[in-house]
C-alpha cells in the first residue's frame, strides 16, 4: 500500500477516489474480520424464510425507482 500524504486533500480527485476503493475492496477481501451480529443473522434468516415462502424474485431496479419517483 502507498504511503499516504500527511493531508489526503493534497491527493487529486481521481486519486482519492482509487484511495477509497482499494481500501473498500480490502475490507470486502477480509469480510471474516466484521462477523454479523445475532440481530442481522436474524434477519438474514427471517428474509431467506420468506423468499422460501413466496419464491419472489424481485423487481427491476428502473420500475422500483420510477415508482419512488412517482410518490415524491
Known amino acids: 500500500m502507498q504511503t499516504l500524504p500527511t493531508n489526503i486533500q493534497e491527493l487529486p480527485v481521481d486519486e482519492r477516489i482509487k484511495l477509497v476503493e482499494d481500501i473498500w475492496d480490502s475490507i470486502a477481501a477480509d469480510q471474516s474480520v466484521l ?38
Do not use: H, S
Open 35 to 72: 462477523p454479523l451480529t445475532v440481530d442481522q443473522k436474524k434477519a438474514l434468516d427471517q428474509r431467506l424464510d420468506a423468499y422460501g415462502v413466496d419464491q419472489l424474485k424481485g423487481r427491476e431496479a428502473a420500475e422500483l425507482i420510477a415508482e419512488i419517483k412517482k410518490q415524491l
